[in-house]
T-cell receptor, first 110, second 116 residues
Framework: RKEVEQDPGPFNVPEGATVAFNCTYSNSASQSFFWYRQDCRKEPKLLMSVYSSGNEDGRFTAQLNRASQYISLLIRDSKLSDSATYLCVVRVWDNNDMRFGAGTRLTVKP | NAGVTQTPKFQVLKTGQSMTLQCAQDMNHEYMSWYRQDPGMGLRLIHYSVGAGITDQGEVPNGYNVSRSTTEDFPLRLLSAAPSQTSVYFC???????????????FGEGSRLTVL
C-alpha cells in the first residue's frame, strides 16, 4: 500500500463548478500536510499548507481529518487556470521526509 | 530572480555511464534536496542536505551520490546509470529551522533523464 494515496482522476469539470479531492495517508505519525500544484511538464509549487482546524485561501479550502487519516482540497468556482495536477504531501515525524502522492489531475473546461 | 536552476534539462545516457545533474539556488536556503518523479508514483526523495558539508539519504538513495560544498550548489551524481534510473529529476530547496525544512519547497524546472 502506498504511503500517500490519491485518486488519479482525471476530474473533468465545467468552469464555475466545485470540485473536491481526497488524499489518504497510512502513517499515523504524520505531522504536517500540504497541497502542491503541478502544471503539465512543470515543477510542483506549494498551493497551501493544511492546518488541523482547516484553512481557506480564496477559492481553496483544505481540511484535515487525523482520526480517519485523510486530507481534502475543495476548489470553488473553478477557473480554466485551475487545470493542473494536485499533489498531496505528508511530512512524517516532523522531519525532512516529505512523502508525495502521485497526484490528482483536474481539467476545467469552458 | 533565478530561484533554483537545474542543468541539463534533458540527457540521454547509455547503461553504465556516469553523469552529474547540477542544481544551484540563489535564495540562501540551507535545505536542498533531490527527488525523482515517475509515472503513477509520487515524487520520491533521493538525498537531502541541511547545510554545507551535511548530507543524508532519502527514500531511494541507491545508485546516487551527493555532496554539498557550498550553500548554493547540490549536485547529484549517477555512478553507473541503469534503465531503472530513467526519470524526471527535481532539485528543491527550502528555508529551514533547526535542520528541518519549512514544508515550502522551491523546485527547479526538472531534468529529464533517459537511460538506454
Amino acid at each position: 500500500r502506498k504511503e500517500v494515496e490519491q485518486d488519479p482522476g482525471p476530474f473533468n469539470v465545467p468552469e464555475g463548478a466545485t470540485v473536491a479531492f481526497n488524499c489518504t495517508y497510512s502513517n499515523s505519525a504524520s505531522q504536517s500536510f500540504f497541497w502542491y500544484r503541478q502544471d503539465c511538464r512543470k515543477e510542483p509549487k506549494l498551493l497551501m499548507s493544511v492546518y488541523s482546524s482547516g484553512n481557506e485561501d480564496g477559492r481553496f479550502t483544505a481540511q484535515l481529518n487525523r482520526a480517519s487519516q485523510y486530507i481534502s482540497l475543495l476548489i470553488r468556482d473553478s477557473k480554466l487556470s485551475d487545470s493542473a495536477t494536485y499533489l498531496c504531501v505528508v511530512r512524517v515525524w516532523d522531519n525532512n521526509d516529505m512523502r508525495f502522492g502521485a497526484g490528482t489531475r483536474l481539467t476545467v473546461k469552458p | 530572480n533565478a530561484g533554483v536552476t537545474q542543468t541539463p534539462k534533458f540527457q540521454v545516457l547509455k547503461t553504465g555511464q556516469s553523469m552529474t545533474l547540477q542544481c544551484a539556488q540563489d535564495m540562501n536556503h540551507e535545505y536542498m534536496s533531490w527527488y525523482r518523479q515517475d509515472p503513477g508514483m509520487g515524487l520520491r526523495l533521493i538525498h537531502y542536505s541541511v547545510g554545507a558539508g551535511i548530507t543524508d539519504q532519502g527514500e531511494v538513495p541507491n545508485g546516487y551520490n551527493v555532496s554539498r560544498s557550498t550553500t548554493e550548489d547540490f549536485p547529484l551524481r549517477l555512478l553507473s546509470a541503469a534503465p531503472s534510473q530513467t526519470s524526471v529529476y527535481f532539485c528543491a530547496s527550502s528555508y529551514s529551522t533547526a535542520g528541518r525544512n519549512t514544508g515550502e519547497l522551491f523546485f527547479g524546472e526538472g531534468s529529464r533523464l533517459t537511460v538506454l
